[in-house]
């Protein structure tokens, strides 16, 4: 056996040194599962807590006639507990969080939804049923959030998480070491690293640490895992690099196939019930957000109109589902003579020429105006884009639109970018946005096209919240 915890580089970021430098020690698995789970308990309580004070205010504003959720509350927080442990939120180390957000959202519709069938059948006490319904929307947001708070807090502490042993070749685990912080920020403890495994190393690992062992070499753990000392591990995860690459990790299932197992890829987009889904949430969230972002629609025409001479609204011709041209419209970010002082300003910087040729974008865009600068810091820029979404040719989640220049960059990824609608939002804008390649950019847009579904919309629309406030990538 050959440990390499001490020879892989600990990377640049300082975040990653931070959390290198925890002492970490084996605990039994009892201690270990009560202590990752216990804190995910408390912050689902809390979040629970502050859904139930926002359906109350709500009721009362509007007069709606309320349950009394003293007696209400603690049943719908006893039946989500339930639910939650036994689907696997607690505690919920190494879960996909797109999964993870299914089941918040499951196991909160189905508290809520059982109470109040117990409230209306049985105990036949009327009331309106917007505050449950209010309650149980306001869960499915408040839980992640909080969720993603305490993860970030408890990610830097050294009792937190399930401790593993990590097993692959050299270049798996300096790829996995890379990303320490993340491995630590989704409940994972790494106490050693090992390379080289053979059965008298793997007996000692099994005595020492048998609570988890995560294989992420692409070629052995078969042979590890029909060693009979693998059956004393308490959990064993294996790292198929390759099918995360093509397929990405969202929806991949277990099948039986004969008596042989397999690993199930479900394609969405070819069920029409998904499509219409997926236009039902556009337009239910763009309804709903209608009566908050109409005045503020106004207001910001207005000032668009007053800060530069021009119209107040741009439209692009872009490439839409199916290859076809879409208008798709913003706020005007941009003096009306942008081209030519773009080309003036490439000829006094030529050093910029290759950023713009990546990219298209610049940090320091001399065509943009004052209030166009705020607009795209904020992504307020991209507003009337609702509109398009309304009318079908966009919607709020999706690959970016794309000129027809760019098919060339695209290539064969292109196919499925035509698959689907291009959206206002997408995994490029919470992954970085501006800050990534444009490689980078087609794969993530092929990612989302591999894994589409609702739930990945809303964990994407969930991300985008977090990335506008903190202006992620923005320029």
Same mark, same amino acid.
């Given at each position: 056996?050959?440990?390499?915890?001490?020879?892989?580089?600990?990377?640049?970021?300082?975040?990653?040194? %931070?959390?290198?430098?925890?002492?970490?020690?084996?605990?039994?698995?009892?201690?270990?599962?009560?202590?990752?789970?216990?804190?995910?308990?408390?912050?689902?309580?809390?979040?629970?807590?502050?859904?139930?004070?926002?359906?109350?205010?709500?009721?009362?504003?509007?007069?709606?006639?309320?349950?009394?959720?003293?007696?209400?509350?603690?049943?719908?927080?006893?039946?989500?507990?339930?639910?939650?442990?036994?689907?696997?939120?607690?505690?919920?180390?190494?879960?996909?969080?797109?999964?993870?957000?299914?089941?918040?959202?499951?196991?909160? +519709?189905?508290?809520?939804?059982?109470?109040?069938?117990?409230?209306?059948? &049985?105990?036949?006490?009327?009331?309106? $049923?917007?505050?449950?319904?209010?309650?149980?929307?306001?869960?499915? @947001?408040?839980? *992640?959030?909080?969720?993603?708070?305490?993860?970030?807090?408890?990610?830097?502490?050294?009792?937190?998480?399930?401790?593993?042993?990590?097993? #692959? %070749?050299?270049?798996?685990?300096? =790829?996995?070491?890379?990303?320490?912080?993340?491995?630590?920020?989704?409940?994972?403890? $790494?106490?050693?690293?090992?390379?080289? !495994?053979?059965?008298?190393?793997?007996?000692?690992?099994?005595?020492?640490?048998? =609570?988890? !062992?995560?294989?992420?070499?692409?070629?052995?753990?078969?042979?590890?895992?029909?060693?009979? @000392?693998?059956?004393?591990?308490?959990?064993?995860?294996?790292?198929?690099?390759?099918?995360?690459?093509?397929?990405?990790?969202?929806?991949?299932?277990?099948?039986?196939?004969?008596?042989?197992?397999?690993?199930?890829?479900? =394609?969405?987009?070819?069920?029409?019930?998904?499509?219409?889904?997926?236009?039902? !949430?556009?337009? +239910?969230?763009?309804?709903?957000?209608? $009566?908050?972002?109409?005045?503020?629609?106004?207001?910001?025409?207005?000032?668009?109109?007053?800060?530069?001479?021009?119209?107040?609204?741009?439209?692009?011709?872009?490439?839409?589902?199916? #290859?076809?041209?879409?208008?798709?419209?913003?706020?005007?970010?941009?003096?009306?003579?942008?081209?030519?002082?773009?080309?003036? /300003?490439?000829?006094?910087? *030529?050093?910029?020429?290759?950023?713009?040729?990546?990219?298209?974008?610049?940090?320091?865009?001399?065509?943009?105006?004052?209030?166009?600068?705020? &607009?795209?810091?904020?992504?307020?820029?991209?507003?009337?884009?609702?509109?398009?979404?309304?009318?079908?040719?966009?919607?709020?989640?999706?690959?970016?639109?794309?000129?027809?220049?760019?098919?060339?960059?695209?290539?064969?990824?292109?196919?499925?970018?035509?698959?689907?609608? $291009?959206?206002?939002?997408?995994?490029?804008?919470?992954?970085?946005?501006?800050?990534?390649?444009?490689?980078?950019?087609? +794969?993530?847009?092929?990612? /989302?096209?591999?894994?589409?579904?609702?739930?990945?919309?809303?964990?994407?629309?969930?991300?985008?919240?977090?990335?506008?406030?903190?202006?992620?990538?923005?320029?």
């Amino acid at each position: 056996m050959r440990s390499v915890t001490s020879s892989i580089d600990e990377g640049p970021e300082a975040e990653v040194r %931070d959390v290198d430098a925890m002492v970490l020690h084996p605990r039994h698995w009892f201690v270990e599962e009560v202590l990752t789970s216990a804190p995910l308990v408390i912050s689902d309580a809390l979040a629970f807590a502050v859904s139930i004070l926002v359906s109350v205010f709500v009721s009362q504003t509007l007069a709606l006639d309320s349950p009394d959720w003293s007696h209400v509350a603690p049943s719908v927080a006893a039946i989500y507990l339930i639910v939650a442990f036994s689907t696997g939120l607690y505690p919920a180390s190494a879960i996909n969080p797109i999964l993870e957000l299914r089941r918040i959202v499951r196991a909160s +519709a189905l508290a809520f939804i059982s109470c109040a069938v117990f409230i209306y059948g &049985l105990r036949e006490v009327v009331f309106s $049923p917007v505050p449950i319904l209010f309650a149980m929307l306001v869960t499915a @947001i408040t839980i *992640p959030t909080a969720r993603g708070i305490s993860r970030k807090f408890l990610a830097r502490r050294s009792w937190w998480g399930r401790s593993a042993t990590i097993v #692959g %070749d050299y270049e798996s685990l300096q =790829n996995l070491h890379t990303r320490l912080a993340r491995l630590r920020l989704h409940g994972v403890r $790494p106490l050693t690293w090992h390379a080289e !495994l053979d059965d008298g190393t793997l007996g000692e690992i099994a005595a020492k640490h048998p =609570n988890w !062992l995560i294989l992420s070499t692409s070629e052995a753990w078969e042979s590890i895992l029909s060693r009979p @000392i693998a059956s004393q591990f308490r959990h064993i995860s294996v790292l198929v690099p390759s099918l995360g690459r093509i397929f990405g990790q969202s929806w991949i299932e277990p099948a039986y196939v004969g008596s042989s197992t397999a690993m199930h890829f479900r =394609n969405r987009l070819m069920f029409h019930r998904y499509a219409v889904a997926k236009r039902c !949430l556009d337009l +239910a969230i763009c309804l709903l957000a209608l $009566p908050f972002v109409l005045p503020l629609f106004v207001a910001l025409t207005i000032l668009v109109k007053l800060s530069s001479k021009g119209p107040a609204f741009f439209g692009h011709d872009r490439l839409g589902r199916d #290859g076809a041209t879409i208008k798709v419209w913003k706020f005007r970010t941009m003096v009306v003579d942008a081209p030519k002082r773009l080309a003036e /300003y490439l000829d006094k910087h *030529p050093e910029l020429a290759a950023e713009w040729a990546a990219t298209h974008k610049l940090k320091h865009d001399p065509r943009v105006t004052a209030i166009g600068r705020f &607009l795209r810091h904020t992504s307020l820029d991209e507003l009337p884009q609702l509109v398009t979404v309304l009318q079908g040719n966009m919607s709020l989640v999706g690959p970016r639109p794309i000129v027809p220049d760019e098919i060339v960059k695209y290539g064969d990824v292109y196919q499925l970018y035509k698959q689907v609608t $291009p959206g206002v939002t997408g995994l490029w804008q919470v992954s970085g946005r501006n800050e990534t390649t444009y490689p980078e950019r087609v +794969a993530l847009d092929a990612a /989302y096209v591999r894994n589409w579904s609702i739930w990945l919309d809303l964990y994407v629309l969930f991300r985008t919240i977090k990335t506008v406030l903190r202006r992620e990538g923005a320029f």
